[in-house]
């Protein structure tokens, strides 16, 4: 998507901002909504729902390019409505593993569902460089409908009992279980401190930074797609090994420790990008910052997922996802939009300066969570 946006449309800074926006503003529209939805029906119709939805919305892209009618208008509708869909799909999915796996082997298979992950990010980003580089950035996105489809398909394959939600008391509204939810995450120690956290570094690394590393990487250190693809592979090794070690480095130096040592290089990670502008091969710099950010993400998320998923009793796990993912994920379109705003006043190079520093001080809410929490 941003390589059409900025190949084909001649997109700037500022809209690489509003397109990266776009997806994330699906968090405020529907990010406490979604909670509801995942704990009032069957999630794993949810799931399947949305990915038929998004199937849809991403092949209007190579069709409005076939028409000649592609414009950054239809980019940031393509964004939002796939962003809606991801944000009620994902609080079902992880609303769904505790039933689907059971409470006790939560760790053990988010660290799973990690590797599996890890083991297709191998393969895809160099994959998806060489068929943009063959056949075009729009026509490639037809790949990315494909997967949505197949994914709708084995969702559906699923079998496994989904007991029926709690009766709803009688004058109870939906605004009622959304506050349940935010009520419950707050009142949380280790919860509040994983929200404020992740919303400082999803504000500085998903929103500002992400927002601009296409362009950065493209016009100022001058990576075309398949390099790109190449680097962007490294994360998936990284990842693979993460999620191998996730489930032991919590256990080595507790819960508090791991998520504070894994947002530190995480900031480290994110550095590398601008600093590869003053070496000979940036592609190197670019590259070793995405295979230390597959391996510290994948530990930090099998951990904190797991540890919200096995404090939280059921018929919340919706309405707790919801929220958390709600308060770390709605501040994205902000930072992305103050990115392409910085990207534009400031430069490239100081706003991804900035945001990188920004990522690694997020570390310090994680000291707030309790250290008796495994």
């Given at each position: 998507m941003p390589l059409v946006a900025i190949g084909l449309l001649g997109a700037g800074p500022a809209e690489m901002g509003?397109?990266?926006?776009?997806?994330?503003a699906a968090f405020i529209v529907l990010g406490l909504l979604a909670g509801v939805i995942a704990d009032r029906f069957p999630r794993r119709s949810v799931m399947i729902v949305v990915n038929l939805l998004s199937v849809v919305a991403i092949a209007a892209i190579p069709a409005a390019a076939a028409l000649g009618a592609l414009r950054m208008e239809l980019l940031y509708a393509v964004e939002f409505v796939t962003g809606c869909c991801g944000v009620v799909g994902e609080v079902?999915?992880?609303?769904?593993?505790?039933?689907?796996?059971?409470?006790?082997?939560?760790?053990?298979?988010?660290?799973?569902?990690?590797?599996?992950?890890?083991?297709?990010?191998i393969v895809g980003p160099s994959a998806a460089g060489v068929i943009i580089q063959i056949l075009t950035a729009p026509v490639a996105i037809i790949f990315d409908a494909v997967g949505w489809a197949v994914?709708?398909?084995?969702?559906?394959?699923?079998?496994?009992?989904?007991?029926p939600a709690p009766a709803r008391a009688p004058g109870r509204r939906v605004w009622h279980d959304v506050l349940e939810g935010l009520r419950y995450v707050l009142g949380d120690p280790a919860l509040r401190a994983i929200a404020a956290?992740?919303?400082?570094?999803?504000?500085?690394?998903?929103?500002?930074?992400?927002?601009?590393?296409?362009?950065?990487?493209?016009?100022?250190?001058?990576?075309?797609?398949?390099?790109?693809?190449?680097?962007f592979s490294f994360g998936g090794p990284g990842a693979l090994v993460g999620s191998i070690l996730a489930p032991r480095y919590a256990r080595w130096f507790g819960m508090r420790s791991t998520l504070v040592q894994m947002q530190l290089l995480t900031g480290v990670s994110r550095s590398l990008i601008p600093l590869a502008i003053?070496?000979?091969?940036?592609?190197v710099l670019v590259a070793a910052g995405?295979?230390?950010?597959?391996?510290?993400?994948?530990?930090?998320?099998?951990?904190?997922?797991?540890?919200?998923?096995?404090?939280?009793?059921?018929?919340?796990?919706?309405?707790?996802?919801?929220?958390?993912?709600?308060?770390?994920?709605?501040?994205?379109?902000?930072?992305?939009?103050?990115?392409g705003f910085g990207g534009e006043s400031i430069g490239l190079q100081a706003t991804m300066t900035i945001a990188a520093i920004g990522t690694t001080l997020a570390a310090g809410w994680f000291l707030f969570v309790p250290a008796s929490e495994k």
């Open positions: 509003l397109l990266s926006a776009s997806g994330t079902a999915f992880q609303s769904f593993l505790p039933r689907l796996v059971g409470r006790d082997r939560l760790l053990a298979g988010n660290a799973l569902i990690r590797s599996i992950g890890s083991v297709t990010e994914t709708a398909a084995l969702t559906f394959l699923i079998r496994v009992d989904e007991p956290g992740g919303g400082t570094h999803n504000f500085f690394s998903n929103g500002a930074l992400v927002a601009l590393y296409i362009l950065y990487a493209n016009q100022v250190l001058g990576l075309g797609p398949i390099e790109l693809g190449i680097a003053f070496v000979p091969q940036p592609i995405e295979l230390l950010l597959g391996v510290v993400r994948a530990i930090f998320n099998v951990n904190q997922v797991s540890l919200r998923q096995a404090m939280t009793p059921d018929h919340l796990q919706g309405r707790m996802t919801a929220s958390i993912r709600f308060l770390m994920w709605s501040i994205v379109p902000v930072g992305a939009l103050l990115g």
